[in-house]
Structure formats: C-alpha cells, structure tokens
C-alpha cells in the first residue's frame, strides 16, 4: 500500500510516517495541500489513499480534497482535524471524502481505515 499524508504539523507527519512504514506501507508526505494536489497529479500509479489535515495554512483540506477529486475520483481521502466540527465533516463528506477521524488518532484505527479506503481505491493493496 503507497499513502499520502498531508499536515502542517512536521512532528505528526514524520511520526506517522515511521509508524506505517513499520508496518510495511509506503508512505509519501507533504506539508500542505497544494504540494500533495501536485502528488496526486504526477503519481502514476495512483497512491492508494490520502490522509489530510483539514486545517492548514493556505489551501486548507477541504478545498485539497475538492481538487483532488477532480484529478482522481476514486482515490480515497481521510479528513484528520483536531478539531471536532459537524460542519466541517458533512462538508468534507459532501466533497467525497472516505472518511473523517479527529486528533490524536490512535495508528491501529488509521491503518484498518487506510486498508478499507485502498480496498474502495483504484489499486489492489
């Protein structure tokens, strides 16, 4: 399995990043949402999945949600925030997002999320 994981927060996205790749899943990671559109634009084969912050400087998750979806349909993306906010996951779901988890996530709970979300993706895991 290849991911995505998109956050502002450096600290989170290299410990996520250590804890899958320790459970063998490739993982790719950028700092804000403009510079993963841009992944998601070169990646041939599709990444399996995306983990995105929603609330980032700049393009926050949402609206790199939304562009995403129009470069690849089926890729499934996961909304993190540590901010519960109803609004923002029906907005989030509205867009065609996966699924929404709220900070701190326990990494388990990710990665049987991030194995659902491949098994609904264009690639096999």
């Known amino acids: 399995m290849h991911v995505l994981?998109?956050?502002?927060?450096?600290?989170?996205?290299?410990?996520?990043?250590?804890?899958?790749?320790?459970?063998?899943?490739?993982?790719?990671?950028?700092?804000?949402?403009?510079?993963?559109?841009?992944?998601?634009?070169?990646?041939?084969?599709?990444?399996?999945?995306v983990v995105m912050d929603v609330r980032m400087p700049g393009m926050d998750g949402l609206e790199g949600l939304h562009r995403m979806k129009q470069i690849a349909p089926s890729l499934p993306v996961i909304?993190?925030?540590?901010?519960?906010?109803l609004s923002v996951a029906v907005s989030g779901m509205e867009l065609g997002a996966f699924d929404y988890l709220l900070k701190p996530i326990a990494i388990n709970e990710l990665i049987i999320k991030l194995e659902d979300a491949a098994r609904t993706g264009a690639l096999p895991v």
């Open 5 to 49: 994981i998109v956050d502002d927060e450096v600290e989170f996205l290299s410990l996520i990043q250590k804890r899958l790749e320790h459970r063998d899943i490739q993982v790719t990671t950028a700092n804000n949402a403009s510079d993963a559109v841009k992944l998601v634009m070169k990646m041939n084969p599709p990444f399996n999945a």
């Open 79 to 85: 909304l993190l925030t540590g901010h519960a906010s």
